[in-house]
T-cell receptor, first 110, second 112 residues
Framework: NAGVTQTPKFRILKIGQSMTLQCTQD?????MYWYRQDPGMGLKLIYY???????DKGEVPNGYNVSRSTTEDFPLRLELAAPSQTSVYFC?????????FGPGTRLLVL | RKEVEQDPGPFNVPEGATVAFNCTYS??????FFWYRQDCRKEPKLLMS?????NEDGRFTAQLNRASQYISLLIRDSKLSDSATYLC?????????????WGAGTKLIIKP
């Protein structure tokens, strides 16, 4: 079992560029989440999904989009990167309350 | 007031000592509570759930005080490997779709 995998591990973007952060889980969890973590701050929920085809906004969705076409995959799309999106992005999945995280993607927007 | 508040630390503690930290939460209707551990530049991992009666897992003890709306984590006989950031996490309610509320974490440094 790989658990939750995320790619890439690290990326530098220029302002205005777009990219997709990939997230895959092999635990057959219905719930999936995208968080961002800024230095000294708690995790902030960007988007979440309760199952394939269903997504909803979290606390900080502006500037991001998601899709959930399969149970396994939950990609996060940044359309027009801004310096404020410099952060560490974590994907997580859960069956109930316990969330299992991927290793994170460090994104730097310059 | 933040929904989940923690002392950011760092707590600098000698190896073998006992250390405790608290976390307060603002929503009195919160359903369940957790401590996660996050090592430097790594992902959070569940350390333990916190039950109303309190629970213990080896050297770790977690307690919940609903009246005062705080949870605590006690670490006995601390090890160098306990150095990490400890995240307090709250499930606000049954219809939350498991949208957990995360504290910013308490940093613990165990010194030899």
């Amino acid at each position: 079992n790989a658990g939750v995998t995320q790619t890439p591990k690290f990326r530098i973007l220029k302002i205005g560029q777009s990219m997709t952060l990939q997230c895959t889980q092999d635990m057959n969890h219905n719930y999936m989440y995208w968080y961002r973590q800024d230095p000294g701050m708690g995790l902030k929920l960007i988007y979440y999904s309760v199952g394939a085809g269903i997504t909803d906004k979290g606390e900080v969705p502006n500037g991001y989009n998601v899709s959930r076409s399969t149970t396994e995959d939950f990609p996060l799309r940044l359309e027009l990167a801004a310096p404020s999106q410099t952060s560490v992005y974590f994907c997580a999945s859960s069956y109930h309350e316990t969330q299992y995280f991927g290793p994170g993607t460090r994104l730097l927007v310059l | 007031r933040k929904e989940v508040e923690q002392d950011p630390g760092p707590f600098n503690v000698p190896e073998g000592a006992t250390v405790a930290f608290n976390c307060t939460y603002s929503n009195s209707a919160s359903q369940s509570f957790f401590w996660y551990r996050q090592d430097c530049r790594k992902e959070p991992k569940l350390l333990m759930s916190v039950y109303s009666s309190g629970n213990e897992d080896g050297r770790f003890t977690a307690q919940l005080n609903r009246a005062s709306q705080y949870i605590s984590l006690l670490i006995r006989d601390s090890k160098l490997s306990d150095s990490a950031t400890y995240l307090c996490v709250v499930n606000p309610g049954e219809d939350s779709n498991y949208q957990l509320i995360w504290g910013a974490g308490t940093k613990l440094i165990i010194k030899p």
